[in-house]
């Protein structure tokens, strides 16, 4: 291993030439079934750019030459950059994890120019099933990879244990695959074992603990499906949040426009900023400022010695705490501004995000109305279906009960016609996946969905303008209808999944 990284630094190009095309040097065939991904990125880039400017030009250049001399001697296929980003697709996982050794040795081994020193570049490899659509990928594997690599540090090379699994024993003598232990992940799921990859040849080097959720206090739900839209939703709470302004953010939104799962995700998202801890606290049963009060203290572990007052127990607690707090469903509580209030004053590091279908009262605050999830046209491309939030929804969700789903351009404008049929809420849209994924088989699916619209529409219209009610009308149009329900049944295979409560729960 050490001859080869020593030969392909020494025909590496010095000065890599930035004008010559990506898809010219690779040519690799994308991989499709059980696909292991490369995600990689440079870790600290845009204080690089900040501090050197144009200096930092050629140092990117040459990184990317580095990273696609490797990905191409391996056969990876590159699927996109993002900035200084690769996301890289292999069908050998073995070939994915010598082509993130060799190309670690070769980052290592470059002479990086004194004024603007070396890149730091972490690394992920994980192995999936991926949705595959043109040129890209879609589904829980490529969330996966993200999210490992969020944890890695600089220099770093992390491996999921499904990969492991794979190349195990396979892998060029010298190689080392540490367990780091179980991980929860930023994607809220359960937890995941990780391993660090290491080889003889690479300088060796120890890490700070992996930025994982495992080093803050926190009590996040496990979410048992991925966060999918709402992107600039995201980046609008983090920067209100994490801008210096009003320490009280509240979303609000109809019920089932999925409140609770953007609050909990901005959490798992900006975990750093608050190292004392991320609450969820579920306020839907407190009837008043001292009951919300006991509320916090239970999620938190606030002890509570008898006789006290809890506001004032909880204030002082929290007082010099970088916390966030999740106050879940708190719209009708009596009291619940002048609590918050109370809670704010003096905790300068406390940071609050309150969920409710209305506007809160008599505590200044900012605020995010949430709607419905961004519909693709009406007779979308399969491009454009999956360019909307309410499209890709369903088509991950639809992957995930289907793993042999397939979309197609008919398929794409059967599923944007049903999507403009139904509210274009996350629950909404979950349950109409559990109950007409099955449809997708041959010619039956497009007459079964056309008179499912005629029915979803005339549903929608007798239930008025409430969106989850419309949802719900709709939804039981479906189910019930003498037309369609037959055809449903025979057609859709068991799921196993939760009905149109439990998706609820996820999205209120």
Request: hydrophobic fraction near 40%; proline fraction near 6%; include cysteine.
């Amino acid at each position: 291993m050490l001859r080869l990284l020593r030969r392909w630094h020494v025909c590496l190009p010095s000065q890599p030439n930035p004008g010559r095309p990506m898809t010219d040097t690779n040519p690799a065939k994308q991989p499709t079934g059980r696909v292991t991904f490369l995600f990689t990125d440079i870790v600290g880039s845009t204080e690089k750019w900040e501090r050197h400017g144009d200096a930092f030009l050629p140092v990117l250049q040459a990184h990317n030459a580095i990273l696609m001399d490797a990905v191409n001697r391996f056969g990876g296929y590159l699927i996109k950059t993002e900035g200084d980003a690769y996301k890289i697709a292999f069908q050998d996982p073995d070939a994915a994890v010598r082509c993130a050794l060799v190309a670690q040795g070769l980052l290592e081994r470059y002479p990086w120019p004194s004024d603007t020193g070396s890149v730091e570049v972490r690394m992920a490899v994980h192995t999936g099933e991926p949705f595959v659509q043109g040129g890209d990928y879609f589904g829980q594997a490529v969330n996966r990879t993200a999210r490992i690599l969020s944890t890695a540090h600089g220099g770093q090379i992390l491996l999921s244990e499904e990969s492991l699994a794979l190349v195990e024993g396979r892998l060029p003598s010298g190689t080392q695959c540490l367990d780091q232990g179980y991980h929860r992940l930023k994607d809220l799921d359960a937890p995941v074992r990780l391993y660090q990859v290491t080889h003889s040849a690479l300088r060796a080097r120890s890490f700070l603990p992996l930025r994982s959720l495992n080093n803050q206090p926190n009590n996040l739900p496990t979410q048992r499906r991925s966060f999918v839209g709402r992107e600039k939703e995201i980046e609008k709470v983090a920067a209100l949040l994490t801008a210096g302004g009003s320490p009280l953010l509240e979303l609000t939104g109809p019920e089932g426009v999925g409140k609770t799962r953007l609050a909990l995700q901005v959490a798992a998202e900006f975990a750093e900023h608050f190292p004392d801890g991320l609450w969820q606290v579920r306020l839907s049963g407190a009837l008043s400022a001292r009951q919300a009060a006991v509320e916090v203290a239970a999620s938190i572990g606030i002890p509570l010695p008898h006789g006290c007052d809890p506001v004032e127990t909880v204030r002082a607690w929290l007082a010099d705490r970088r916390c966030l707090l999740i106050l879940d469903d708190c719209g009708n509580v009596p009291e619940v501004g002048i609590f918050i209030r109370e809670l704010l004053t003096g905790a300068a590091a406390l940071r609050c995000i309150a969920t409710s279908r209305e506007p809160l009262h008599d505590v200044a605050r900012e605020a995010l109305a949430l709607d419905e999830l961004s519909r693709p046209p009406e007779e979308a491309t399969e491009g454009q279906l999956l360019d909307s939030e309410a499209g890709r929804l369903f088509v991950e969700r639809a992957h995930e009960s289907r793993p042999d789903f397939q979309l197609g351009g008919r398929r794409a404008r059967t599923i944007s016609r049903l999507l403009h049929r139904l509210p274009a809420l996350p629950a909404t849209i979950e349950k109409a996946v559990e109950q007409t994924v099955g449809t997708f088989r041959g010619r039956e699916a497009t007459r079964i969905l056309n008179s499912l619209g005629k029915e979803l529409m005339a549903s929608a219209e007798e239930a008025g303008h409430d969106l989850m009610e419309r949802g719900r009308h709709a939804l039981e149009q479906m189910r019930d209808s003498p037309t369609v329900s037959p055809l449903l049944e025979s057609l859709a295979p068991h799921t196993g999944q939760g009905d149109l409560e439990v998706a609820e729960a996820n999205y209120r």
